[in-house]
């Protein structure tokens, strides 16, 4: 299964890899072996969003930049709004980051 590697960027893939490099600088783990735990965790993130995850947001805002580059969409809201059938929460600006999962497949 091919994985994308967005949630790296994410707080606890930032995390992880911090982590991970503390532990190859220490000599605790080798680069070989931390790059695995990279790979696994794109596996995991990718599966656990498609599995777990049934809940719908929709969300609204001002459009500020918008670009398609390598079947990647991203869009900059601007006092956006986030609603679901629980809450919602305003949000003066958000990245949003888009990618085909039909790519995994290929």
């Not at 299964?1 to 490099?21: N, P, V, W």
Request: charged share 25%; with cysteine.
């Amino acid at each position: 299964m091919a994985t994308f590697e967005l949630y790296r960027r994410s707080t606890i893939g930032m995390c992880l890899t911090e982590t991970l490099d503390e532990m190859v600088q220490s000599g605790t783990l080798s680069p070989e072996l931390a790059i695995q735990v990279l790979v696994q965790f794109d596996k995991s993130m990718t599966e656990a969003l498609e599995s777990q995850v049934k809940s719908k947001v929709t969300i609204k805002g001002h459009l500020h930049t918008y670009r398609f580059c390598d079947n990647v969409w991203t869009f900059i809201l601007q006092d956006a709004v986030f609603k679901n059938e629980d809450s919602v929460e305003n949000v003066g600006r958000v990245k949003i980051v888009a990618c085909d999962s039909k790519l995994l497949t290929q």
